[in-house]
Nanobody, 123 residues
Framework: QVQLAESGGGSVQAGGSLTLSCRTA????????MGWFRQVPGKEREGVAF????????YYADSVKGRFAITQDNAKTTVYLQMNSLRPEDTATYYC????????????????WGQGTQVTVSS
């Protein structure tokens, strides 16, 4: 059973920053895709940022480019999402996901998921 453990969500004012972490139980995702989705009630889960753990290539939604950064640690067991200049529209539950044929993919194409962490940005 693959496990993804998220942490780092919380409440912040607009313009603030948060860092989300997604820790894997083991180095399971070397040379694969990992990333973050977010979801608000009544809407589909949307892709935010992705990284290929082998090559290091990154992918971002247009809405977060220049504000968010996805990185991984040297051991490749933890993926981070640094979120800067947060806006109220970034408010959502953020989910870590792993293993997909294509990194920039829809939610159903990812095999493994974390439990989600809430990010709330107030104006």
């Amino acid at each position: 059973q693959v496990q993804l453990a998220e942490s780092g969500g919380g409440s912040v004012q607009a313009g603030g920053s948060l860092t989300l972490s997604c820790r894997t139980a083991r180095r399971t995702y070397s040379n694969n895709c990992m990333g973050w989705f977010r979801q608000v009630p009544g809407k589909e889960r949307e892709g935010v940022a992705f990284i290929h753990t082998g090559g290091g290539n990154t992918y971002y939604a247009d809405s977060v480019k220049g504000r968010f950064a996805i990185t991984q640690d040297n051991a490749k067991t933890t993926v981070y999402l640094q979120m800067n200049s947060l806006r109220p529209e970034d408010t959502a539950t953020y989910y870590c996901a792993a293993v997909s044929i294509s990194c920039w993919a829809r939610a159903p194409e990812y095999a493994y998921w974390g439990q989600g962490t809430q990010v709330t940005v107030s104006s």
